[in-house]
């Protein structure tokens, strides 16, 4: 069993900052992708940016330049750089991890971004 607890979330204005944390811990393979999702109230629940163990990494086009994904395979983190926020950003931030070979995913309970004009 996995756990990921998230953290940095917050209030920010319009072009602000947040960076957003995500420790794991349990039963974790070696190959696996951990990533961010965000859901807002009325939207389904979105990928935001993922990074494999390799450190390969994918954005959502709306946040392209704007995000970095980062991770620390030896302590099981990862970090997701947010700079020049918008209020579309709004929403709950979830992290998220899949075991490659084995297939089985978790998530964490969220961390609120809120983004003011």
């Known amino acids: 069993q996995v756990q990921l607890v998230e953290s940095g979330g917050g209030l920010v204005q319009a072009g602000g900052s947040l960076r957003l944390s995500c420790a794991a811990s349990?039963?974790?393979?070696?190959?696996?992708?951990m990533g961010w999702y965000r859901q807002s109230p009325g939207k389904q629940r979105e990928l935001v940016a993922a990074?494999?163990?390799?450190?390969?990494?994918t954005y959502a086009d709306s946040v392209k330049g704007r995000f970095t994904i980062s991770r620390d395979n030896s302590r099981n983190t990862v970090h997701l750089q947010m700079n020049s926020l918008k209020p579309d950003d709004t929403a709950v931030y979830y992290c998220h991890l899949e075991n490659t070979w084995w297939g089985d995913e978790y998530w964490g309970l969220g961390t609120q971004v809120t983004v003011s004009s």
């Open positions: 349990g039963t974790i393979l070696s190959v696996n992708v």
């Open positions: 990074i494999a163990s390799g450190g390969s990494t």
